[in-house]
């Protein structure tokens, strides 16, 4: 089902009839024939597939999982390397590699079949550690057990994140070579062994064949997006993330104690590292008038644009009273007395100076009298564009400079990520949305997400438009007893349909028309 | 030898005319009195017991460690308290009892041979717990060991803190009895078993007694006061301490995370307990100027009276260049710039504002992003004549009531300890001062220490003049090797020469001309 220009204008024409497919204000007319593709023999052959291929597919994640692949232990992660390895060369991609760096391994696979359009998709294949006694069953076992409120589901560590779905996403490729012998896509797949860890090196895996990449048409992620009620967030991009840590020690301020902490009665002769940090914090912001008090700190910040104001509009007004969820139990206020909808904007356009961490001293149960020698602060600073990570860094460090505190130890975590962000218009982002539609899914589309991901790197850093979607659910990622929903709960999809919806979304971006960057990134 | 009035005169006018003891010009004339004394033959007799007795004295030393007694663990506490009830029955005590209280108990015991003059005495008798592979001597077997740069020492739990020198001066007390058949004081004994645990019930064990230990003529600690290098620092009192913890919580706040912490990219539209906990300290003080900006905080502190003027001179001039020992090396300048002078000025005089700890949110290595739900910070203020802590403690609170911090959960740890002071001219101290200088020890007297004990149920409860004094070393309290020497390095006095001063100590006491609080307290 390779349709011409000419058959897709005669699709598109009665989908810009309908009426239907516009309700959310914020699907293109193309959508029509999305539908039409959807809805196609093709497509649901592949589903029936699927369908009767269950067993199999459930148990080959089940395999996966049992491969234990921590990245904080270096436990198996060559192995599942190997087995992504094994994976991509059973799908035929014409090339494969594990890619070195200078931590734990990266592996690239490329599927060519010279289709027009090439996907850039990302899979991480390290885990979180676990703790077993607290696991209700055994996370390297996989077992199917039954939790409520689902009739089924897989437990095991990476049953959600993210090794289950990414064997969902290569179970659904298998079926679409079974029925048609090749996919609808070319495919550039990048993986990270060291997500867990903050992806330190992973520009390292994507730097070999930035050259390619570039030349994919959009970047994809297929995992489960559902929440236990059915509901979907979807953001068109993410904040970036500048995390610091900040030590004041008396050694390199030559005042106070300067080797270990000292009895704090001398504190009547003796300048405090700790007190000193707190001086330099309050520099930084005053959070009764919630303002960041670096000079120039907002400075890039560039206004939201005509789309993301219709985005805030559609998504205020269709989910009025709904747009934070359980989270809203943990909140009494929003800060100077928000109503939801102004929460919901500045939480999508605003900067942010917030403190993670802090601590100095004795922190036991009960007393002891030490005036201690260092004192410290974790500090993460969300960026909306146009901030970027070493711009605003360079802006903090010249201002603890100015205002005398050059003698803090800062220190950056990780390279942190930069800002990302996809036009609602792409038609990646478009082929998704068909595809909840579907589905019968509305979801709450955000101009962005508030927090930070590496998708800047494709999207910044390689040109590439990015869209995150898929229905069913699995849940407490980084906890235990994580688990993936087998059979559902009449809310989330289940198995089945969240691997058929994997089909249909690749099908619904490969046959839509484009140019790739046309509608603007 | 008891002298009259008569006997005392004619002494003290010789030493009126001497020139050596007044070396230090602190000393009064009666000390020329208290060296006949102590060159008597009856202490002689006494000294001559303790010589011969060495082998028996450190073995019930020995004995008294091997009983463990770790508040903390409750661990042996109440085998402990028996204990010491058997030892003060076979000096005769004519009262002796277990003190309950809310907590571990107490022991009380009074000594009463109708002598002219009564002596209270603080024993505590717990310990602190140990890690016993830390320990190069297993920390329950007291074994006596070499350790450089002593011959021979004690190594075990209590060694010094203070189940060794309490068992010390129980020898001596047998000593003097053997020789004598009496003490030349009555005695009250009052013992801790909480004292490693801040001493939360002690009041309860003094309450009871309170009535007869305000008959006494002085507070007595004779626990062994030489450094490594036979140095001693004598203080004729003790700051007050206040201890707070105070934190900041978003539920009381009704701002910010209520009962957990959240996504820290939701500080964009939620306030953060953290900072408002550095906005309520920075209220609390100035660093820049060290200037606490309670209001009236300052308000009560009495200008240094003359006699403390006068030992500051004598300490700065004497001890010039010496007045801050090891902790040298851990300080690079005084606060402002101070000179030792100053700072042993500033150290005396001053009332304080420390932080000892401060914590929120994620502290561990590398990054985590969370806006934390609470934050808190421990300090301690410490007080000088006349700031009570009660007092104090209020002003803070007002403030913070006053500056819209009044959601602050403040709580005070332990009941913390009142200022104390003593006059030089005391004759306790003078009879402890009359030893230092018979061993040929100029003491570092300070007004007071920069530190607190519970010295002030004593002196300000109940109305007694205190005096710490004793030769000898022991050290590592708290630490594992706790050890008290036996055989010194040259510098310090050895077991047996610590046990003769605190024959001394009593006899120079008991002898001394008084009428109890002439001198002022």
């Known amino acids: 089902m390779h349709l011409n220009r000419k058959e897709f204008l005669s699709l598109s024409g009665r989908a810009a009839a309908g009426a239907a497919l516009g309700a959310w204000g914020l699907l293109l007319p193309e959508a029509a024939f999305a539908k039409e593709v959807l809805d196609s023999p ?10 009767r291929s269950k067993a199999d597919h459930i148990r080959k994640v089940q395999d996966d999982l049992k491969q234990p692949s921590v990245s904080s232990w270096n436990m198996g992660i060559l192995e599942m390397a190997e087995r992504m390895l094994a994976h991509f060369k059973a799908i035929d991609c014409k090339e494969t590699a594990i890619v070195k760096t200078d931590g734990l391994p990266g592996v690239w696979a490329w599927y060519d079949v ?15 550690p676990w703790d077993e006694k607290r696991w209700s069953s055994p996370p390297l076992e996989a077992r199917l ?24 996403f290569l179970n659904a490729l298998e079926a679409i070579i079974e029925a048609h012998g090749r996919l609808p896509v070319n495919i550039m797949f990048t993986c990270d062994g060291e997500e867990e860890q903050g992806s330190p090196h992973f520009h390292q895996v994507l730097e070999p064949y930035a050259d390619r990449l570039r030349r994919a048409n959009a970047h994809l992620s297929t995992g489960l997006q559902q929440d236990p009620e059915g509901n979907i967030q979807m953001g068109l991009g ?14 390199r301020w030559g ?21 000193r940090l707190i001086e330099a914090l309050k520099t930084l912001y005053d959070p009764a008038a919630d303002k960041i008090l670096v000079p120039g700190y907002y400075d890039a910040i560039r206004p939201p644009n005509a789309e993301e104001k219709e985005l805030m509009g559609v998504l205020t007004s269709r989910f009025k009273g709904r747009l934070f969820g359980s989270e809203r139990e943990n909140v009494k206020a929003w800060m100077n007395g928000w109503s939801e909808a102004e929460a919901a904007w500045h939480l999508t356009f605003d900067t942010t100076l917030n403190i993670d961490g802090l601590w100095s001293g004795y922190t036991g149960p ?14 993460d600073s969300r960026l909306v564009p146009d901030q970027e990570i070493a711009v605003q860094k360079r802006l903090i460090l010249d201002h603890l400079n100015a205002k005398g505190f050059g003698d803090l130890d800062v220190r950056q975590h990780g390279g942190g990520d930069e800002w990302s962000q996809t036009s609602v218009k792409q038609p990646v982002v478009q082929a998704v949305l068909s595809v909840y539609k579907k589905y019968g899914i509305e979801p709450q589309i955000w101009p962005r997400r508030a927090g930070s991901s590496p998708e800047g790197q494709y ?14 659910h699995g849940g407490r990622a980084h906890s235990d007893d994580e688990y993936l929903v087998i059979e559902g709960n009449g ?6 349909k969240a691997e058929q919806a994997m089909v249909d979304t690749l099908y619904a971006y490969a046959h839509w028309p484009e140019t790739r960057g046309a509608a603007g990134a």
Do not use: C
């Open 145 to 168: 057990v039954k939790m409520d409120p689902f009739q089924q589901v897989v437990m095991a560590r990476g049953a959600i994140n993210d090794k289950g779905p990414n064997r969902m």
């Open 491 to 496: 809310k989330v999809a289940d198995f089945v």
């Open 42 to 51: 093709e497509v649901r052959k592949v589903h029936e597939i699927i369908m």
């Open 366 to 379: 009960g007393s002891a009298t030490i005036l201690p020698e260092k004192a410290a602060v974790k500090i």
């Open 114 to 128: 010279g289709a027009p359009k090439t996907v850039s998709i990302y899979m991480m294949y390290d885990t979180q």
């Open 255 to 275: 005042r106070g104690p300067q080797k270990r902490p000292i009895h704090s009665s001398r504190k009547a002769i003796l300048d405090s590292p700790v007190w």
């Open 459 to 472: 999207t910044r850093g390689l040109g590439l438009p990015a869209a995150r979607g898929g229905i069913g």
């Open 238 to 251: 993410g904040k970036g993330i500048l995390y610091l840590e900040i030590e004041a020690h008396g050694a």
